[in-house]
């Protein structure tokens, strides 16, 4: 199954890789693996809703770790004292996390480190892949690649191939044709409208049809009674369990998939081998700018998935760029901590995440001379105290 995706996957990192129908799927898949039900995992308070809910599947305490204000990313310097028995990266919008420092942490303590890769299919770290650094990394298809489904896990050692394939198999949902056919149109229009004028009035018209996952702000809504009632009564609830968490924008997320979808996925890895230079234009140009995230300037050479600016007024820009046909995604508001209270062992030092989280403006470097109008005139927010 998706033997050549895998190889394509295992040329690039140098590393064992198994195919999973989504990223989310796998890092559930990792973490039951690699870790045991009411064990405390180290993660960011800043990432998609849907890994809150799939470390929650998968029986694991979530502990929420201060962030820097450079980068988005855990502050290594920060953690020593904090009690956890495994890590969790983000790699927020493709800057590196210090996977160095956290890889010897976790090797000093005896626990793993699994590296979220969604945002960081072409980011390197002294020249190493992302990826490549903790006992298991899972890629998304769907971020830099555009695919329609995907994701895959990199291990370190091949020798966990097996246990990995079992546990697929054992959460994979039956293979729909139509299901399938339908996300790859999906992704194929998508892929179409972005970056052009068109974008503006088809992100409209998904709102107008109610076909985007309803959400409170940012996130989508908690349901704190029903989710507690899921969770009650048993150490790893599963992801059929916690479905209506996870299935956010997704609703495929462990669904078999075809032929089909691997061509397409090989096909959207070749288009972002291609667009590389041209995300490097783009993060260099943004880098420019007044607002931009400190830690853009140290990562010139990596074509990021997105460029976190951190502006004043963020709803406001977000939607002036809308109108240009820029449509920004991927904001985590309010941090883990204070979306979900109670479901998570809050941070020590929470105020450098909510400020993140306030004023964090992600923008796709592919589309930096269309937003440029609009990010030129956006003033910086006072600093993080």
Not at 99 to 119: K, N, Q, W, Y
Not at 146 to 175: C, K, N, T, V
Not at 243 to 269: K, T, V
Not at 277 to 294: D, S, Y
């Amino acid at each position: 199954m998706f033997a050549r995706l895998e190889a394509e996957f295992a040329s690039r990192l140098g590393r064992e890789c198994l195919y999973v129908p989504s990223n989310r799927f796998g890092l559930f898949i990792a973490l039951r693996y690699w870790m045991k039900p009411g064990q405390r995992l180290l993660m960011s308070p800043l990432s998609a809703d849907e890994i809150l809910f799939v470390v929650l599947a998968a029986g694991l305490r979530p502990v929420i770790a201060p962030i820097s204000a450079r980068n988005g990313n855990i502050d290594v310097s920060a953690v020593a004292d904090l009690r956890f028995d495994g890590v969790l990266t983000t790699h927020l919008y493709g800057l590196p996390d210090d996977v160095v420092a956290l890889a010897r942490l976790c090797a000093e303590r005896g626990i793993p480190l699994v590296e979220d890769a969604a945002h960081a299919l072409h980011t390197t770290v002294a020249g190493v892949p992302v990826g490549t650094n903790g006992i298991a990394a899972v890629f998304s298809l769907s971020k830099h690649a555009g695919a329609a489904q995907g994701g895959m896990i990199a291990m370190a050692s091949p020798e966990d191939r097996a246990a990995l394939e079992e546990l697929r198999g054992r959460w994979l949902s039956p293979r729909y044709a139509v299901a399938e056919f339908a996300g790859l149109v999906k992704a194929v229009a998508r892929n179409t409208v972005v970056g052009t004028g068109l974008a503006y009035y088809t992100w409209r018209l998904a709102e107008a049809l109610n076909l985007n996952e309803r959400r409170n702000g940012y996130r989508i809504a908690l349901r704190r009674d029903v989710l507690a009632s899921r969770l009650a009564g048993t150490p790893h609830p599963g992801m059929a369990v916690l479905d209506p968490w996870i299935h956010a924008d997704n609703h495929n997320y462990r669904m078999r998939q075809g032929s089909l979808a691997e061509g397409y996925a090989l096909r959207r890895m070749q288009v972002a081998d291609d667009q590389r230079e041209q995300r490097l234009r783009g993060v260099r140009r943004l880098a420019g700018l007044k607002n931009i995230a400190p830690a853009v300037r140290d990562h010139l050479d990596q074509p990021l998935f997105r460029v976190p600016l951190l502006v004043q007024d963020r709803d406001h820009a977000a939607a002036r760029l809308r109108r240009l046909g820029v449509i920004t995604g991927h904001i985590y508001a309010p941090p883990f901590d204070d979306y979900a209270p109670g479901l998570t062992e809050p941070s020590p030092s929470p105020d450098a995440a909510r400020w993140w989280a306030r004023h964090v403006l992600p923008v796709d470097p592919l589309l930096a001379d269309r937003a440029w109008p609009v990010l030129a005139t956006l003033s910086a927010p006072p600093e993080a105290g």
